[in-house]
Each structure stands twice: as structure tokens, then as C-alpha cells.
């Protein structure tokens, strides 16, 4: 298919809008990994999804604008693309995100301080005595485990007994 002069301006031009966007969803990617940290499988796995959706993305581009041609500027623009949204933009939409994974993360740590606050005080005021129970329950659990220990010794030692007698009639 042979396209005009502006056509493939206009199909450069959108490749590297959609290399600027996959840069964008890649950061997008990156700032997940930052506010949750997970196993380096995981990282592969998000990895190959999202080089899968870019693929994606490229061909249906491509099949629209130029009937499924790939042509170099294509490809230029694509990459051009990533590379100026990642020597422009990314920096700046890390460094927002990171601030704003900062302060999410101070918020919510300040909400559950608020909300477990009567229960560290209850805890603080009950250690002590609720310890002291706790010991003497201990105390008091050994002993009669023991005396459990001797009630059966002697349950068992008149069970041979009867068992002795039984046998010699």
C-alpha cells in the first residue's frame, strides 16, 4: 500500500504518541513495584504482560494505519517515542508518584496509630497484672498436671492389679 507524504507523517507521528504511551504504561508498571515490593518471578511475569500488550498495541496500530506494513519510520517513531517520553517525562511522573506513595502510606499508618491507640494503652495498662495471672495459671496448671500424672499412675498400677487377679482365676 503505498501511502501519501502526510499519511506517514501523520502514521509517524502516532507511533510516537502510542511509543510516549507504552513508556507511560510502563512507568505506570514501575510505580506499582514501588508501592509494592514483590518476588523477582513476579516482576518477569508483569514484565512479559506488558511487553505482550505492547505487541498488541504495535500490530493493531500497524494494521490499521498501514494494511500490516512495518515500515522503518514505524518502528523510528515507536522507539523515539519511548525514548523521549523516558528523557522528558518519566523522571518527573516517578518522582510525583513516589511522593505520592509517601504520603498514601503516611496517612494510613497515622489512621491505624489513631485507631490501635486505646488498644496499646488497654494492652499497657493490663500487662502487669493479666502477666501475673498468666504465672500463676502456669503454677497452678503444672501442679495439677502432676497430680493428674499421679491420679493415673495409681488408676493404672490397680487396673495391673485387677488385671493380675483376673488372670489367675
Request: glycine share 8%; hydrophobic share 55%.
Amino acid at each position: 500500500m503505498i501511502l501519501s507524504l502526510h499519511a506517514q507523517a501523520g502514521l509517524f507521528l502516532l507511533t510516537v504518541l502510542l511509543g510516549g504511551g507504552m513508556g507511560l504504561l510502563y512507568d505506570g508498571l514501575r510505580v506499582f513495584r514501588h508501592a509494592l515490593r514483590h518476588k523477582p518471578f513476579w516482576v518477569q511475569v508483569e514484565d512479559g504482560l506488558f511487553w505482550l500488550l505492547a505487541v498488541f498495541l504495535v500490530f493493531s496500530v500497524m494494521l490499521r494505519a498501514s494494511a500490516g506494513e512495518i515500515r522503518f519510520f514505524t518502528i523510528l517513531g515507536l522507539f523515539g517515542g519511548m525514548g523521549l517520553y523516558f528523557l522528558t517525562l518519566s523522571r518527573l511522573v516517578i518522582a510525583v508518584s513516589d511522593t505520592i506513595i509517601r504520603l498514601v502510606k503516611y496517612i494510613v499508618g497515622l489512621f491505624w496509630r489513631i485507631v490501635t491507640t486505646p488498644f496499646r494503652l488497654l494492652y499497657l495498662l493490663f500487662r502487669r497484672p493479666l502477666g501475673r495471672i498468666g504465672r500463676f495459671c502456669d503454677k497452678q496448671q503444672k501442679k495439677l498436671l502432676q497430680s493428674m500424672k499421679l491420679c493415673v499412675k495409681m488408676i493404672i498400677h490397680h487396673i495391673h492389679l485387677d488385671w493380675r487377679m483376673l488372670r489367675r482365676k
